[in-house]
């Protein structure tokens, strides 16, 4: 499965929206983009996922580039309880294919 | 709707002693069951997943075991903990095909 790549952390100012990038330049024509996040101490929580097309959701936007090597994951208008790191994932399935990297670490400022 | 628990919340156990962690999941029928591993300040590392009763795969030689005897329940096992089994351990499940993957809430181990 291919891999992915995702700054390590980022900030982003209350009620401005937080765009989250992830690299994924081997990136199959099966597999698809998966995002999830995980507040401390917590189990990760599913986001949003996306094959090519834009998606959304009442969570989150995620924007695939057209070559499909790289994409955003938009929270549109990031509060506090945002703050969380979060999991960029490509796979064409589930089981072991399904591997979580180190994520982003995105910090809400207020 | 669909849930999942894990219990305990919390567990310190010493060296040398054994380890049950349980896993059920409600609300779905035949779901695809994970057993994950984060150690502190890092990714989730797969440990066992199973696709029904009975069928386990193991992605890391360790000293774990899981174990599948219903169809929405995992156990997760050791005879004898070491100090390197210390780490949050979490369960999940999904139904196939491009279904999410839930988590829940975890178990966090300590072994002293």
């Known amino acids: 499965d291919a891999k992915t790549t995702q700054p390590t952390s980022m900030d982003c100012a209350e009620g401005r929206a937080a765009n989250l990038p992830c690299n994924h330049s081997t990136i199959s024509g099966n597999e698809y983009v998966y995002w999830y996040r995980q507040i401390h101490s917590q189990g990760p929580q599913y986001i949003i996922h996306?094959?090519?097309n834009n998606e959304t959701n009442e969570m989150a936007s995620l924007i695939i580039t057209e070559d499909r090597k790289s994409s955003t994951l938009i929270l549109p208008h990031a509060t506090l309880r945002d703050t969380a790191v979060y999991y960029c994932i490509v796979s064409g399935n589930y089981g072991q294919n399904f591997v979580f990297g180190p994520g982003t670490r995105l910090s809400v400022l207020p | 709707s669909q849930t999942i628990h894990q219990w305990p919340a919390t567990l310190v156990q010493p060296v040398g002693s054994p380890l049950s962690l349980e896993c059920t999941v409600e609300g779905t029928s035949n779901p695809n069951l994970y057993w994950y591993r984060q150690a502190a300040g890092r990714g989730l590392q797969l440990l066992f997943y199973?696709?029904?009763?009975?069928?386990i795969s193991s992605e890391v030689p360790q000293n774990l075991s899981a174990s599948r005897p219903q169809d929405r329940q995992f156990i997760l096992s050791s005879k004898k903990l070491l100090l390197s089994d210390s780490g949050f351990y979490l369960c999940?499940?999904?139904?196939?095909?491009?279904?999410?993957?839930?988590f829940g809430n975890g178990t966090r181990l300590t072994v002293t």
């Open positions: 199973s696709v029904g009763i009975g069928q």
């Open positions: 999940a499940w999904e139904t196939g095909g491009r279904s999410p993957l839930h």
């Open positions: 996306g094959l090519k």
